[in-house]
């Protein structure tokens, strides 16, 4: 079974840092990956997918890339704000049939 | 807005009742999913729809069960609510394929007393 790893659990960065989020998984065979953003009190949100055949994926100040070699992750978020702070998760689907299986995610809080 | 609307937001339910939490989206996506995030847990998948007309079992079904009558509905039945069930559940949806991404209400957070 495919199990999705991501350490820290927690962390907290002064604003304008860049942030680095990591996320592993067990089985390099992977279908995408998929980047969510969840406030307090709230569903998540999607940031980015990356595709298997993908190296890495970018939105305004978000980059995530993939190494399915390696069975990892990075999310990147350039210039850390306080708008910033939420729970991130990441997902990986196994198949096109398969459904997303979700890391614990981690905290981030982005001090002024 | 278009999205998806869960509904209660919250609820408090005595064990042994019935509950049925309601999703609905307006965005005529075919697959829609439900979740239930558990501390220490994760988000973990109970049940899924394809398609109007098809469910499916996830990695959590026992105690729920779901219809999709048609695109835009899916609801979540506990039949006999245990303490076990308390949780907050969150209603999903996405266009058929695979690569697209998922799109979450904000969840219905359930206490089973």
């Known amino acids: 079974k495919q199990e999705v790893t991501q350490i820290p659990a927690a962390l907290s960065v002064p604003e304008g840092e860049n942030l680095v989020l990591n996320c592993s998984f067990t089985d390099s065979a992977i279908y995408n990956l998929q980047w969510f953003r969840q406030d307090p009190g709230k569903g998540l949100t999607s940031l980015l997918l990356i595709q298997s055949s993908q190296r890495e994926q970018t939105s305004g100040r978000l980059n995530a890339s993939l190494d399915k070699s390696s069975g990892r992750s990075t999310l990147y978020i350039a210039a850390s704000q306080p708008g910033d702070s939420a729970t991130y998760l990441c997902?990986?689907?196994?198949?096109?049939?398969?459904?997303?299986?979700f890391g614990a995610g981690t905290q981030v809080v982005v001090t002024p | 807005i278009a999205g998806i609307t869960q509904a209660p937001t919250s609820q408090i339910l005595a064990a042994g009742r019935r509950m049925t939490l309601r999703c609905t989206q307006d965005m005529r996506h075919n697959a829609m999913y439900w979740y239930r995030q558990d501390l220490g847990l994760g988000l973990r998948l109970i049940h899924y729809?394809?398609?109007?007309?098809?469910?499916g079992k996830g990695e959590v079904p026992d105690g729920y069960s779901v219809s999709r009558a048609n695109t835009d509905d899916f609801p979540l039945t506990l039949a006999s609510a245990v303490p076990s069930q308390t949780s907050v559940y969150f209603c999903a949806s996405s266009e058929a394929a695979a690569n697209s991404p998922l799109h979450f209400g904000n969840g219905t957070r359930l206490t089973v007393t």
């Open positions: 729809s394809n398609t109007a007309g098809t469910t």
């Open positions: 997902a990986v689907r196994r198949t096109s049939w398969g459904k997303l299986q």
